[in-house]
């Protein structure tokens, strides 16, 4: 069986609740799916997966949350070679770069050697029931990405 950790960062639950719909649709696949808030974990936890999913929100002008800083910089230094990545995040278009950090964790992931599973999906706000379907199918992408 597959092993995915999805590693989020939220502020107002909303990126949250984007981490838990994709983890909940790789659960009903088959996988089996560890979520975890990003101050709790290390990125090179990610070597001992088949999926790697981070959920950032987007902070300010386009700014990676603080709390996920750490965890970002670590990524980069990372080989992930054989491993499946996704990206997926919540914003608000309100701003200028509306879902920046998201754009920043898939150069992050580029870098490392890991196939891209999924096109990236950003949710204004809270996810909709247009977002969820787009989630589920991030889901379903993963999987067919893995080796």
Do not use: W
Request: charged share 30%.
């Amino acid at each position: 069986m597959s092993l995915a950790k999805i590693v989020y960062a939220s502020m107002t639950g909303n990126t949250e609740e984007i981490a838990d719909i994709v983890a909940d649709k790789l659960r009903e696949l088959g996988v089996d799916v560890d979520v975890d808030e990003c101050t709790t974990v290390d990125a090179d936890e990610f070597q001992d997966v088949d999926i790697a999913v981070v959920a950032s929100y987007t902070y300010g002008d386009g700014d990676l949350p603080d709390e996920i800083v750490d965890f970002y910089e670590d990524l980069k230094d990372l080989d992930l070679t054989g491993k499946v990545y996704g990206v997926v995040g919540s914003g608000d278009t309100f701003y200028d770069y509306f879902c920046k950090s998201v754009d920043d964790f898939e150069l992050a992931f580029a870098g490392t050697g890991a196939t891209k599973g999924a096109d990236s999906v950003k949710v204004d706000l809270a996810a909709e029931d247009d977002d969820i379907a787009k989630l589920e199918a991030f889901a379903e992408s993963l999987l067919t990405k893995l080796p």
